[in-house]
Nanobody, 129 residues
Framework: QVQLVESGGGLVTAGGSLRLSCAAS????????MGWFRQVPGKEREYVAG?????????VDAVKGRFTMSREYAENTLYLYLQMNSLKPEDTAVYYC?????????????????????WGQGTQVTVSS
């Protein structure tokens, strides 16, 4: 059973940094795209960053140069990270990590929420001005 657990959210002042973590377990993720999304009340879930199975990354324009997605494997768990620097009040949202049921036959970054099958419970990030 796939399980994704996010952590690391919190309250930070504008210009500050946070590092979000996502512990993914329950299967092998070696050939699975992974993604980070965020959502604010009343709006659709928004793509933030994605990583292909080879480690290639992609970011939405609003976070390019400020956010960095990375991963590491430990025992039977994949740890996905989102390092967020120079945070802005508009980055305030609940952040989710996501993965897929079946990986693609080619190295690809998924950028749409409907491409993902498994989601974590989310972690709140609040940036004060």
């Amino acid at each position: 059973q796939v399980q994704l657990v996010e952590s690391g959210g919190g309250l930070v002042t504008a210009g500050g940094s946070l590092r979000l973590s996502c512990a993914a377990s329950g299967r092998t993720f070696s050939r699975m795209p992974m993604g980070w999304f965020r959502q604010v009340p009343g709006k659709e879930r928004e793509y933030v960053a994605g990583m292909s199975w080879s480690g290639r990354t992609n970011y939405v324009d609003a976070v390019k140069g400020r956010f960095t997605m990375s991963r590491e494997y430990a025992e039977n768990t994949l740890y996905l990270y989102l390092q967020m620097n120079s945070l802005k009040p508009e980055d305030t949202a609940v952040y989710y990590c996501a993965t897929v049921l079946r990986g693609p036959n080619y190295d690809s970054v998924y950028v749409r929420s409907d491409q993902y099958d498994y989601w974590g419970q989310g972690t709140q990030v609040t940036v004060s001005s």
